[in-house]
């Protein structure tokens, strides 16, 4: 069963990340985790760090000569910036930043951050100890780990990408299913994308409301839509709450920093409409099984995965930092004050789209991985094949059985 750690603090001096449970032999290098280290880091909105940072993944365990061994595989990547903050983040004790240097202490928390609730949680008096962990730029790992997901989810043929769907009050219907069916063509327009927007005039009113919120100091949310395509059949389960795929596709995205909402398939709009317009129909098909003519369902009925894209979508509240911070309070005096303002993002939805993926990969890693088993790549294959090979069998129907 895979699983994943991330550590780290934003200003420290790196970022771990361990995941456990991948075969041995399976080919890993850093080159192959940079496309998505270095799309976390884009899209219009960003704030100054992201210039600073290379976000280079270094692996330290568990891999030898470009495989898996087997065992956790540990990723280490270092914060450039923790040379301008030593004397201030530095892990001994009397570690200090000196006189003439600013301490960059925290005591008036940033409403919707974690400041508040975290000083009061852990006990911390200077907030610094609590947006360092809260802060996203944790997502950096999860964006590495995810890319060695993306890795082991390419020995079943799945592929996993996504769009911004919307920045502030600016939305667009999405890539049309013939789009989607060519990911290689829709990832590069997307990254082509400022906002990860591939049309073109709803990206260039998307960059012109987040131009808009800078001047007036204020930040905007989004929702951007991942897919998964190539999944078979039987991913996920519906005989326990804790192991159905809607769930944990729901718990992994809401974790992700500043997420407030997912949808699968048709979503809330599923709500609005009668049945015969939500379900997909299900016909006799050809040589891969049923024939399903559309996908409300967003790839999943009853928990597991029926074979269909998956479709999940996540809306992203704006950006907790505001340059024209909102009213708070000094946690040292009980006076009201503006809020801290820390150097910050405008607008992150086309990063967050890019953690959003890596959160999807991790999740269908952790399926395929139960499902299928196997402690190195031979034997994954191996019954990934006869997996796919019962499948076929029990939809073989009217005489196949
Ligand atoms: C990719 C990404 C980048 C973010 N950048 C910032 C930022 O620069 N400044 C900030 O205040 N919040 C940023 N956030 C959002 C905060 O992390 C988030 O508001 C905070 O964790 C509180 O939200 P929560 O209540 O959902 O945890 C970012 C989130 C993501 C996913």
Redesign the pocket.
Known sequence: MIRFLTSGESHGPGLTGIIEGLPAGLELTSDALARDMVR?KMGYGR?G?MAIETDAVRFVAGVRKGRTLGGPVTVWIENRDFKNWEGIMGAEPGTSAGEAVPQREVFVP?P???DLVGGIKFGHQDLRNVLER???RE?ATRVALGAIARAYLALFGVTVLSVVRSIGTISWAGPSEDAWADPETLRQQTLDSEVFCPDAKSAALMVEEIRAAKKAGDTLGGIFEVRALGLPVGLGSYVQWDQRLDGKLAQALLS?????GVEIGLGFEASRLPGSKVHDPILPGGEGGPLRPSNGSGGLEGGVTNGLPLVVRAA??P???LYTPLPSVDIRTGETAPATV?R??IC?VP??SV?GEAMVCLVLAQAFSEKIGGDSVEEVLAHFGESRRLARERTRWGGGQ
Do not use: L, N
């Open positions: 976390r704030g760090r940033r919707g951050h974690a809260a802060s996203a997502t992700v920093q500043a997420i407030k992203m509240k950006i907790a930092t820390e910050s993002d992150a990063a967050a953690v």
